[in-house]
Each structure stands twice: as C-alpha cells, then as structure tokens.
C-alpha cells in the first residue's frame, strides 16, 4: 500500500512539472511571435523611410516635375497640367516592380505652383498596397 501511495505521488508531482514546462513554453512561442512581427514592422518602416528620402530627392532633382520624377524611380506619371502623380511599385523585398506584382506603393502627388511659381509642392505617400499608410510627408522642390 505504501507503495502505491508513493508512486501516485510521484505521477502528480510529474503532471505538475509537465504544467509548468507547458506554460513556460507557451509564453515563450509567445513572445518570439510578438518580437517576429515587431521586426518585420521596423523592416518595413525602415525601407518605406529609404523610399520616401529616394522620392523626395528624385523630386527636388527633377525640379518638382512629375514625370521626371516617375523615371528616375522607376515608376509611371499620371499628369494633367502644372499637376501630377508619379506612381511607383515595389515588391515585398522593396524592388520595384510592375503594379500586379506589387505589395507597396510609393504616390507622389504635385500641386500647382500658381500661388508659388518658382516652388513646386508634392504630397509623398509611401503605403501597402492593402491601403495601410506607413509614411506620409510634404516635400517642397525649387522650379527649373
């Protein structure tokens, strides 16, 4: 009898050790998926900041023209006038790319300088192609 007591014992404190190890376990899958999406976040928000800098200093060397722009980032311009979008694709490694095979989109749309003549005003949009936004900012060229 006192044997089988023992060994009851024994099963109990082995179920409560495989607990514990189970939950440790648990929180650990836990945060290595948390710090996964963190990192591809920053990747993300790192490359779309290297994009965005790239479109504005194609912007400011093109001399606030739209379709200048658009060529010297490889993509495509929309204009209508003094006023214009260049559009640029990139894929899921941040390489430009065609609009079917695109996963982000850098927009870059230019207002008219009828209020400024010698300063041309582009709203620079860097975005998933699923509509979420991961940079925005105002960027200002100097006319040719």
Same mark, same amino acid.
């Given at each position: 009898?006192?044997?089988?007591?023992?060994? %009851?014992?024994?099963?109990?404190?082995? !179920?409560? &050790?495989?607990?514990?190890f189970?939950?440790?376990? =648990?929180?650990?899958?836990?945060?290595?998926a948390?710090?996964?999406?963190?990192?591809?976040?920053s990747?993300? !928000?790192?490359?779309?900041?290297?994009v =965005?800098?790239?479109?504005?200093?194609?912007?400011? =060397?093109?001399g606030g023209? &739209?379709?200048?722009?658009?060529?010297?980032?490889?993509?495509?311009?929309?204009?209508?006038? =003094?006023?214009?979008?260049?559009?640029v694709?990139?894929?899921?490694?941040?390489?430009?790319?065609?609009?079917?095979?695109?996963?982000?989109?850098l927009?870059?749309?230019?207002?008219?300088?009828?209020?400024?003549?010698?300063?041309?005003?582009?709203?620079?949009?860097?975005?998933?192609? %699923?509509?979420?936004? !991961?940079?925005?900012?105002? &960027?200002?060229?100097?006319?040719?």
């Amino acid at each position: 009898m006192n044997n089988r007591s023992r060994s %009851t014992l024994f099963l109990i404190e082995q !179920l409560i &050790v495989i607990a514990v190890f189970a939950l440790c376990a =648990a929180a650990c899958v836990r945060i290595l998926a948390d710090s996964y999406f963190t990192a591809n976040n920053s990747r993300d !928000l790192s490359n779309a900041l290297l994009v =965005a800098e790239s479109g504005a200093e194609s912007f400011k =060397a093109a001399g606030g023209d &739209v379709g200048s722009t658009a060529s010297l980032m490889g993509g495509t311009a929309e204009k209508s006038g =003094a006023t214009g979008t260049a559009i640029v694709y990139f894929d899921r490694q941040w390489q430009v790319c065609g609009e079917s095979a695109a996963f982000y989109k850098l927009s870059l749309a230019c207002t008219d300088p009828a209020e400024r003549p010698a300063l041309y005003e582009g709203e620079l949009l860097v975005e998933k192609i %699923t509509g979420e936004e !991961l940079i925005s900012l105002t &960027v200002v060229a100097r006319g040719a």
